[in-house]
């Protein structure tokens, strides 16, 4: 499967090139990058996680020679891979610590086990903070000189980046924004790492589907419960349509998950003054091009700007992510070139 993005021919490209691998518990994306950010290649397979690491592993090392000989390069002139995964990570062994969508892959040496198969040196990186580098590096915070990535999904991934610098963390757990604590109430709903009161716990597409779920078992009426009860599956994308017709149930579940992400936020801009805050991942209510979308977004920037420094509110860009689902495999490349570049490791 190819991405719909519009890819660069080679002979445009700009030396050297980059691959990227995008390690999801559905897809495994791959791309290859040149080096000011454009993509010359793009791969998308299953990840079939139930065959292993080990498979998986051999399957993203073909996709790199794949990628190169889908463009006629050879897969030495490839500079260096990049590899995002889903965390917690061990970066410095190279290893998945717990991946809830991985399951039976804690401790494989995953980036090592890539680096074999490609025949290259491997930089390993969260698939959030892969993300956020492709965001700062080519997408919506492209020039900015930081930028805070929320991604919105089964989970609330994370990513920081501050000038050139992946926020990573004394023990791999830095830029974990979604398990930032926004409830300490005693009432503060249960967030699947464990914890009470997480933002992951109030505005992931899981707990948006079981905050709605609780109302109507409630029996709140409207639209929402009439789909449920016609037999239709409650998912965030039909609380966008029934937002989009007025239900009460749906429009206030939406509008509730965007109030708790405006107050992660100032958080985050309290502690890092990013310039830019992107919000990426499936969960985007079809961005700025829908009426859900800029609703959604619109009581995020109202709970900010409620709670933040007027100078904050003012100058801090929040928006939505620019790269789409291609971010991680794009920022993986991005994160490789900056290793080889000698920025880190
Ligand atoms: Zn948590």
Redesign the pocket.
């Known amino acids: 499967m190819a991405s719909d993005r519009t890819l660069l021919p080679l002979a445009r490209a700009r030396q050297p090139l980059y691959a990227g691998l995008d390690l999801g518990g559905t897809n495994i994306k791959s791309a290859l990058v040149d080096d000011a950010g454009d993509v010359v290649a793009f791969h998308s397979e299953p990840t079939h996680a139930s065959r292993g690491p080990e498979d998986a592993a051999a399957r993203m090392g073909r996709a790199v020679h794949a990628l190169a000989s889908r463009v006629g390069v050879a897969a030495a002139d490839i500079a260096r891979v990049g590899l995002g995964s889903p965390g917690p990570l061990d970066l410095e062994a190279g290893t998945i610590v717990r991946a809830g969508n991985l399951p039976g892959w804690d401790g494989f040496p995953l980036r090592d086990r890539v680096a074999s198969h490609a025949g290259c040196a491997v930089t390993f990186a969260n698939d959030a903070n892969a993300a956020a580098y492709g965001e700062f590096w080519v997408g919506s915070a492209r020039g900015a000189s930081s930028l805070v990535l929320l991604t919105l999904g089964t989970g609330v991934g994370g990513g920081i980046i501050i000038g050139d610098v992946n926020v990573e963390g004394a023990h791999s757990h830095g830029s974990e924004c ?2 930032m604590i926004v409830d300490p109430s005693p009432a503060a709903r249960m ?3 464990g ?1 009470p009161g ?1 933002l ?1 716990a109030y505005a992931s597409a899981t707990s948006l589907t079981a905050m709605a779920a609780e109302q109507l078992a409630a029996g709140v009426g409207g639209t929402l419960a009439e789909a449920v009860a016609a037999g239709e599956q409650l998912t965030p994308i039909l609380l966008a349509r029934e937002a989009e017709r007025g239900d009460r149930v749906a429009h206030g579940v939406l509008m509730d998950a965007a109030r708790w992400l405006g107050i992660g936020i100032v958080s985050l801009m309290h502690a890092i003054d990013p310039a830019v805050v992107a919000l990426g991942g499936a969960m985007t209510f079809g961005r700025d091009d829908h009426p859900v979308g800029r609703a959604f977004l619109a009581r995020i920037r109202d709970e900010v700007h409620r709670r933040t420094f007027p100078l904050l509110a003012e100058r801090t860009s929040i928006c939505y992510a620019g790269l789409g689902g291609d971010a991680g495999a794009i920022g993986a490349a991005g994160l490789a070139r900056l290793a080889h570049r000698g920025h880190s490791g």
Do not use: A, I, K, V
């Open positions: 979604g398990h967030c699947p790492c914890q997480h992951e």
